[in-house]
């Protein structure tokens, strides 16, 4: 696994993985960017989004859930100081569906958080992390 981040212009960095897959971040005016991207440190929550994700739905779908949608919202608080790391983060599981378990769901979830998100274990001892899910019928 690699990535190379290169300067575009400004405070814009366009980074590349090599997947090959690319993103662009920016930062915002009032410290030199143009805001024709994400932040670094949004970055950093939606990976841990979608790797907590593609873990649950893989459970929840090895389980027959007849899942319709799956939206995680992830929020994080930075300190007041340098290096203004995101000390506390909040992950909210919206599942929707039909029929769906809750123990399915709970399990899935609790999988994800506690054995596989390589990304939440990599953030363990530096952010609080705490989770939540709701199932939504459909």
């Known amino acids: 696994m690699q990535a190379k981040v290169t300067l575009v212009d400004g405070m814009q960095f366009v980074g590349e993985a090599s997947s090959g897959h690319a ?20 970055l950093l929550l939606i990976g841990l989004g979608g790797c907590s994700g593609m873990d649950v739905i893989s459970i929840l779908r090895k389980k027959k859930e007849a899942v319709t949608g799956l939206e995680i919202m992830v929020s994080g608080k930075k300190s007041d100081s340098h290096p203004k790391k995101i000390t506390e983060i909040t992950i909210k599981y919206v599942i929707k569906g039909r029929d769906i378990s809750e123990n399915s769901v709970k399990k899935a979830v609790e999988l994800s958080m506690e054995k596989y998100c390589s990304v939440k274990h990599t953030l363990e001892g530096v952010s609080k992390i705490d989770f939540t899910y709701e199932i939504e019928a459909q």
């Open 23 to 42: 993103i662009v971040m920016d930062g915002p005016p009032e410290f030199g960017g143009s805001d024709t991207g994400v932040r670094p440190s949004e």
